[in-house]
């Protein structure tokens, strides 16, 4: 049972793009407004604050989306990816919401964060020629767990500092 309904370059009917784009977008909500409610229940923050840092998080989620999929000149990778929250910065939100700044705190350390990214990605091509290509040459052999286990050491190593 190896046949595909549709191959990369073929549109689905209406209907049932919309029907698939609705299971989807039923997935991702999840993941979308749990880092905003944990956040708030563990901050204590009140309804309404709270209430804001969802619709936010919904409403950039949904231009980013936009944005990778249709793409704006080099911006985007023009793939149906959905963008959304993250529960990999929860502990530093905490971390920043318990200080004196609070939310004001994790909004600009967030917009800091963001456009150190942006400025960054500029620099990847040079970034690039630093590191080795060594690790490709793991992928497709059966030195593969050796890459892994190297990547997995070096990460350990990182989060230590």
Known sequence: MNHLLYSVEDKPPFGLSLLLASQHLLAALGGIIAVPLVLGNVLKLSTADTI?????ALLISGIVTIIQCRGIGPIGIRLPSV???SFTFVAAALAIGFSESGIAGIMG???VGSLVMIIGSFFMPYIRKLFSTRGNRYC???DWPKF???CSRLVCWWSAY
Do not use: E, F, K, P
């Open 52 to 56: 804001i840092l969802v619709n936010a």
């Open 83 to 85: 963008m959304g929250t």
């Open 109 to 111: 350390a967030s917009l």
């Open 140 to 142: 497709h052999n059966d």
């Open 148 to 150: 892994n286990s190297c």
